[in-house]
């Protein structure tokens, strides 16, 4: 195989004239983080929020949360970004869905994206949230009920605390997979970062230099991420139990 | 005058009978002793009297108020009427200060300086004032046990519930959460308590119950159930947890 790596491709100049390569795959790395970070947050509040509601001992709510997990869990991601990306401005009222159609190309792609992310990956915090708060002893509840704590109350200030603290390990992974699907959005034309390397090997013919540039930089983010949260599960252990406990 | 009162109250989990046709009260200031063998009944008769339970059949009153009207406030009710776990039930992330205050903040509206006054009182009559800023995984189980008391008590309850409050405990530290008891029950606190501590009731209490299968079999006063059992069943059960 006769290949002639060229590390220097980062620094030259792009066609336009203005700015490296290197700074082409930096565009697509802030895409990626802002992207990512917008669907995390999404997805950690309406998780958390739907994980409560199938534990409430009402039906009504219960199965509301329980739907949309089976609905945003069950369809294959990229069928979720272009129904969100294509379908949904043909079903929302005339003159919305042609406002939007209207909007600038890089905001529409942007939204789309991630209310895509955020509603697909709150389903899975969802579930991880349920299991965490069906793992406390049935006695904190019945305790926090018995003080005179309103059932939200209890979720809010007992409930809650105790099951995220159970449920942080997984909850990193989800975090973690987040950054990695955010790769969708190169689907609809987002230029995040690995669409940046594709477009960079489009340019320059050194794939291996792009791709290898793209991983690291996804593998700087995702151990970030990690010891970020290493930190979190460290400052939030149950004081006077011994870790692994 | 009754501070609680259970008329004719049954509950079913499914098919299974839990309470059959149980009435009985708790006069106040009265200290009223549950007994009987596993799976009678007794610690569910207790959290239906707080609500942690809903019945299918009869009333309940505390303090005059209907526990089955659904107008009833329960979180207001419950945070008038303390109540202590088998398994202490002390909230894990909070420090004992935290677990002492945080009802009294969040429910009866008290300022944080209020709460921590009040709450320390509390924990210095447990004789745990120096374990204030502890978390409950550093604590013994009778320490614990003796918390949850504070924190019932810096609520102000009207009366106290007791979910066999010693059952869970090391028998060295029994005593230390028993004398917390009865130093409560000689002050004049209404209390139920669900306990096989046959010595504590015979020392304090005014009333015993004994519970089998869901009914009340015996409701008498202490020397006459101590005396004389009218029932078969409560001699048995007398006979088998006195004799050893």
Known sequence: MSYSWNWGVFLSPTPSGSGTYLGWLLQGLEWTLLLSLGA?????????????LRTVPNRWLAGLAAGYVEAFRNVPLLVQLFSWYFVLPELLPRGLGDAIKQSDPLIQQFIAALLCLGCFTAARVCEQVRAGLQSLPRGQKNAALAIGLTLPQAYRYVLL????????????SEFLNVFKNSAVAS???LIELSRQGQQLVDYTAQPYEAFIAVTLLYVLINVCVMFGMRWVERRAR????REGQ | MSMIEIEQVSKWYGQFAVLTDCTTHVNKGEVVVVCGPSGSGKSTLIRCVNGLEPIQQGTILVNGMTLTDPKTNLSKLRSHVGMVFQNFELFPHLSVFDNLTIGQIKVLGRSKDEAAARGLKMLERVGLKAQAEKYPGALSGGQQQRVAIARALA????????DEPTSALDPEMVTEVLDVMVELATEGMTMMCVTHEMGFARK????VIFMDHGRIVE???????FGTPRSERAQLFLSKILHH
């Open chain 1, 238 to 241: 149950l004081p006077g139990h």
């Open chain 2, 155 to 162: 609520m102000d309850p009207i009366c106290m519930l007791f």
């Open chain 2, 219 to 225: 409701d008498a006063a202490k020397d006459d159930f």
């Open chain 2, 204 to 207: 304090v209490a005014d009333r």
């Open chain 1, 40 to 52: 995390w947050v999404i997805a950690f509040v309406l998780g958390s929020l739907l994980g409560v």
């Open chain 1, 187 to 189: 689907t609809i034309g």
């Open chain 1, 161 to 172: 605390p105790l099951a995220m603290r159970i449920v942080l390990p997984p909850l990193t």
